[in-house]
């Protein structure tokens, strides 16, 4: 084959300037040349979003992988989900924060702002403006210019502490303020210590009545001045303590030009103690750049376990700033107390426990991709992420759906029951998996005994809404009341498929059978005279009239043509139902081709999600939301797997980039982000449960993985490009690969997988007998193909 010499000359320069960074990755195997990528990550890709339009709807988290607190800068109020707007020109503050999503909002916040000149504590007040031009974002450090007062604030972080460095000009009137925010709050400074401890309890929802959020501050300057600020910004002169609804505290400096001022801080749920504690544990004597250097390793170490060589910097940016933000939550919720014990105060019942606890995280959108790729990368997390399952069933009675920090009342389905599935059926161990199948089978039998939230309403987002419907009639009803009633009957079959699995594991050999009839369900909806499908009523007739364009009603946050694919467990089902390969192909083009028409009437207003399908120019394939994610991939178990190369290829170079404006949608907690590294790799979990990933096409030349069994497996596209984006061939260890599934087994016993790439597709290649990925209803020979 003639050799492309621009390309190759290419290549090697991007190699070269990739392996000229600090800190060479160790984790690249024989042969490989990987740089450290931790400063290919941009953490404000995805930040210039609003309430209308999501190019993300992520801020700059500065923080530790999965840390307990990050911190962020922000430019707008406090309270705001939408803390930090790319497009905004003031900076309000700094803050510590929890907010896994701007539609969950935060917890235990509260900021620091620098100034100098005339004293202003109202925040919209002491706002400054600054740059992007003037502005440092990474992972492990923050860093901006306050124009207005001409101060350099810098921020570096550990899991639950951080260090700022604020660079003063000369001023006899140089500050820091302290917000500790609304809902009730607390600051007393200790000037003699150069000290200011407090708490903050404002919250969004999920936390008992003893909830606070304890904070230490410990500055390198003495104060010249020692104020509080109660409720109503006013401010105590020479009074060091303040409690109210809204309190803050004050404190001044005459600074030189140039002059730093440091600020430790830290944080506990557990006591003042405990944050104490995790200040002296975490930043003890370092400084500044300490902190630094051991913030910039934790993300080397962890973003050089995926080595990738191509010459297309900006896919590898997008590649690792989209893995970033799969490296954040759930976020860890525990401490470490005096004796070394791992402890946790609980979000459900206030107390102070022993064990693990993770939470902020959806599992609506993150089973789908972040949990599958925590079984290859993540392993020893993922057992304690099981095990901090088990803690919250103890404690509330319940599995969590959706938690920041405790029960969430939003989205739909049993999905908890898919990750503890994925986790124990891969091999992942080191929890109680007894609890956590009561748990789960008490998710599929009950709906009585919910928590409530403080106001009395039952949280209708944990268990199963409707479940004794679901049970006795296989769905849940159109007419019954409850919405979203579709969505809901399509994800408990899914999740009854993954209970079956782990029954089965466990030797519960009529549970077993039970769910796994019930994870036939699905079929109860598919009406035939649409082709989509639709809400049933009670009396077994079809919700009417019926517009497949409509979204929400009997579906979540999605259409018909978005959720009818929502069949995980059973994809040769569905094509069974649709009339075979080329009708299943057909539809699956449909969705494609269709103009991005809607009918927005159940919500009344054109919603976020609605708008960023409409815009985007791909027909009626809504890639911001989660429910069609995986549709590309269906093409594999049709007999058409060029159609999913082409989507999956089309997706990633259209709808990612590392950008300020670089995601199709909302984030979500990773999850938008882990279809993007998973189908960068060239594979995707199309079934969570199974022990299988559904090829794709590979974005790179090179991909390698360090799994954490020492092992690694490799992803060789040599002559892939832009161009070549259809698999010709594949082999697997020299072995000639012609399926279209790869399994965990092959992958974490490491290995080579080798495809070799053409422009043109090859409609041999992945359609064979076999070739198929799983499905519970199992494929007719090669079936007939989709064209």
Known sequence: MPIDRRAAIAFLTA???????PGIAQAAGPGAQCGDPVDLINPLMGTDSTFELSNGNTYPAIALPWGMNFWTPTTNKAGDGWAYRYHDTKLWGFKQTHQPSPWMNDYGAFSLMAETGPLRIKEDERASWFSHKAEIARPYYYRAYLADYDVTAEIAPTER???????????????IVLDAFDKGSMVTILPKERRIIGYARNNSGGVPGNFHSYFVLQFDHDFTVADTWGDGWKRQPGMPHAEGQRVGAIVGFKTRKGEQVGVRVASSFISPEQAQLNLDRE????????????????????????????????????????LYRTQLFPRRFYEIDRAGQVVHYSPYDGQVLPGYMYTDNGFWDTFRAVFPLYTIMQRKLDGEIMQGLVNTYRESGWLPEWASPGHRDVMIGSNSTSIIADA??????????????EAMKKNATTSAGRPKTADGKTISAVGREGVEYYNRLGYVPYDSGIKENAARTLEYAYADFALSRVATALGKTEDAALFRERAQNYRKLYDPSTGWMRGRNKDGSFETPFNPLKWGDAFTEGNALHYSWS?????????????????????????FDSPPKFDDSYYGFTIHEIREMQIVDMGNYAHGNQPIQHMIYLYDYAGAPWKAQLHARETMKKLYMATPDGYPGDEDNGQTSAWYVFSALGF?????????YVIGSPLFRHAELALENGKRFVIDAPNNSAANIYIQSATLDGRPLDRTWLSQAEIMAGGTLRFRMGPTPNKM????????????TKRPGAGQRGQ
């Open 765 to 776: 290649w992945g359609t064979g007998p076999g070739a198929a990925p799983f499905s519970m």
């Open 15 to 21: 190699v070269a300037i990739t392996c000229s960074s």
């Open 283 to 322: 930043i003890g004597q370092d400084d500044f750049d300490t902190t630094k250097a051991k913030a910039r390793k934790a993300w080397s170490d962890l973003e050089g376990r995926y080595c990738i060589a191509d010459p297309d910097l900006d896919n590898r940016r997008t590649f690792f700033s989209a």
């Open 567 to 591: 069949v995980f467990q059973d994809v040769q089902g569905l094509i069974d139902l649709m009339g075979g390969d080329r009708a299943f192909v057909a539809k699956l083009d449909s969705v």
């Open 161 to 175: 502490a951080a260090q700022f460095r604020f660079t003063f000009p000369e001023s006899d009137q140089s500050w």
């Open 684 to 692: 995707y979990p199309v079934t969570p449960g199974a022990d299988q």
């Open 424 to 437: 124990y059926l891969k091999g992942i161990r080191g929890f109680d998996i007894g609890t956590l199948y």
